[in-house]
Nanobody, 125 residues
């Protein structure tokens, strides 16, 4: 089992920045991949960014590439999402997720085994 706790959400103006954190506990040594997803009201959950826990390889949705940066601190078992140049379309609940599966395609939600409770990000125009 892995427990995930997100933090860092909030209200920010267009063009502003936020950094989300996701602290993992439990069987963290088994984590292969972690990811960030978001879900806006009335929309499906969508992939934002992912990272291979050991190698640090990163993946991004086209909509956030060059604006968001995913990273991790293996010693702290914490993943981060640095968000800049935020737009109203980025408004959503952001979730972190973890998977034990070695061959996971990072962009697919059903491939993740554990999810955090979510943190709200609101970007005002």
């Amino acid at each position: 089992q892995v427990q995930l706790v997100e933090s860092g959400g909030g209200l920010v103006q267009t063009g502003g920045s936020l950094r989300l954190s996701c602290a993992a506990s439990g069987r963290t040594f088994s984590i292969s991949t972690m990811g960030w997803f978001r879900q806006a009201p009335g929309k499906e959950r969508e992939f934002v960014a992912g990272i291979r826990w050991s190698a640090g390889t990163t993946y991004y949705a086209d909509s956030v590439k060059d604006r968001f940066t995913i990273s991790r601190d293996n010693n702290k078992n914490t993943m981060y999402l640095q968000m800049s140049s935020l737009k109203p379309d980025d408004t959503a609940v952001y979730y972190c997720a973890a998977s034990f599966r070695v061959a996971l395609t990072p962009t697919i939600p059903r491939g993740y085994d554990y999810w955090g409770q979510g943190t709200q990000v609101t970007v005002s125009s």
